[in-house]
């Protein structure tokens, strides 16, 4: 698994019942060691956990907004 992948994973999914990944959750599910994760978000200044925004489940989001701001 290449850095790359790791990054794209904790910015692009969330595991199951958490809003975002932690080093041993995705240790685990990468088959890395929680000190690799640690160091690849280090080295890529990545940290979910220190994210601005959230990914939402809601699957009436995109219409909510379009309510709520009145985008096309």
Do not use: N, Y
């Amino acid at each position: 698994m290449t850095w790359k992948r790791v990054v794209k994973l904790t910015l692009e999914s969330t595991p199951k019942a958490a809003t975002h990944w932690s080093t041993r959750g995705l240790a685990e599910k990468t088959g890395l060691s929680q000190s690799a994760i640690s160091r690849i978000w280090r080295a890529s200044d990545c940290s979910p956990s220190q994210q601005t925004f959230q990914l939402s489940s809601d699957p009436f989001l995109v219409a909510k907004v379009r309510d709520i701001v009145g985008l096309i």
